[in-house]
């Protein structure tokens, strides 16, 4: 790293996801974030980047259950019925 630093190329170690975590550069911009995931509570981890000040990007939500999003997606999306959905549902289909 001194070597290729010295001859003009930018480079640095290979940081493990703790020491990302601890790092004074990192923190400075913010890198890391907590969200909440409905199956296992509070997370932290790498927000998405860019970052921009007037447009922040966030983590509208972490993970969600198996099947979570089947009434929006088959019903308003798909056109189903709410009967069509218990008719899948029932068959184990969804």
């Not at 190329?9 to 290979?14: A, D, G, M, N, S």
């Not at 990007?57 to 198996?66: C, F, L, V």
């Amino acid at each position: 790293i001194e070597k290729l630093n010295s001859i003009g190329v930018p480079c640095c170690p290979i940081l493990s996801s703790k020491l990302a975590a601890e790092d004074a550069h990192y923190r400075a911009r913010a890198v890391h974030m907590e969200w909440e995931d409905e199956q296992v509570g509070t997370l932290k981890g790498t927000r998405p980047v860019p970052i921009f000040s007037k447009t922040p990007s966030k983590i509208w939500r972490g993970t969600a259950a198996p099947g979570a999003d089947n009434t929006k997606i088959y019903g308003e999306l798909l056109g189903k019925t709410l009967e069509q959905l218990d008719k899948l549902r029932s068959e184990g289909a969804i």
